[in-house]
């Protein structure tokens, strides 16, 4: 069973509106949470993070919304540029790991139009 | 080259052929990675290894054998493998094994498998 998951495959955005990816999570154990942006052909690139001791972590145009009650978390994007469109990926970890190990939901699809 | 690199980019083989994807690292990193990503699946870790030392090893069939000679290279051995393996295979490396996820993973392109 998924521990992260990311329900909506695709995401359609016009260009300057804000784009809202979500991702939910079932372990209670994890404590840090990473976005992953990843363009064809080639590898997942590190976007923002946030710690369970936080709940919002903000950076440029990209902010992630941590809800621990609800195990929820989101990416907002604003505005939302053309070159944004990519696929993007959560990720958790659970505190006290010792191999840095990642758990990764499977992607939404981002399009934003001009 | 910079970050992280990874060859060939594409590969098809055979049921019965024994083929090798190989990962570098020119970040100074301590620590390397292997995912596997199926379609429509997440990214699934298989290997860790920590200063050319194996320390996870995900459940993975053994016809798939990782080599990490020092700390820059990765190698995965392939052979006899199944059409179901067919997917993006992914090295990443970070500065060290910090516990909780925090240290940054760097991704390579990934190779892409077909096995016929």
């Known amino acids: 069973d998924q521990q992260v998951k990311q329900n909506s495959p695709s995401l359609s955005v016009q260009e300057g509106r804000i784009s809202i990816l979500n991702c939910d999570y079932t372990?209670?154990?994890?404590?840090?949470f990473l976005w992953y942006k990843k363009y064809p052909a080639e590898g997942p690139t590190f976007l923002i993070s946030?710690?369970?001791?936080?709940d919002k972590n903000e950076d440029g145009r990209f902010t992630v919304f941590l809800n621990k009650s609800a195990k929820h978390l989101s990416l907002h994007i604003v505005p939302s540029q053309p070159g944004d469109s990519a696929v993007y990926f959560c990720a958790a970890s659970e505190g006290g790991g010792a191999t840095n190990k990642l758990i990764f939901g499977t992607g939404t699809l981002l399009a934003v139009q001009p | 080259e910079t970050g992280v690199t990874q060859t060939p980019r594409h590969l098809v083989m055979g049921m019965t052929n024994k083929k090798s994807l190989k990962c570098e690292q020119h970040?100074?990193?301590?620590?390397m990675y292997w995912y596997k990503q199926s379609a429509k699946k997440p990214l699934e870790l298989m290997f860790v290894?920590?200063?050319?030392?194996?320390?996870e090893n995900n459940s993975v069939p053994s016809r798939f054998s990782p080599e990490c000679p020092n700390s820059s290279h990765l190698f995965l051995h392939l052979h006899t493998l199944q059409p179901e393996d067919s997917a993006l295979y992914l090295c990443?490396?970070?500065?060290?094994?910090?516990?909780?996820?925090?240290?940054?993973?760097?991704f390579g392109p990934g190779t892409r498998l077909t096995v016929l």
């Open positions: 990443a490396s970070s500065q060290d094994l910090t516990s909780g996820g925090t240290d940054t993973q760097y």
């Open positions: 290894y920590s200063l050319e030392e194996r320390v």
């Open positions: 372990n209670s154990m994890f404590d840090y």
């Open positions: 970040l100074g990193h301590n620590a």
């Open positions: 946030i710690s369970s001791i936080k």
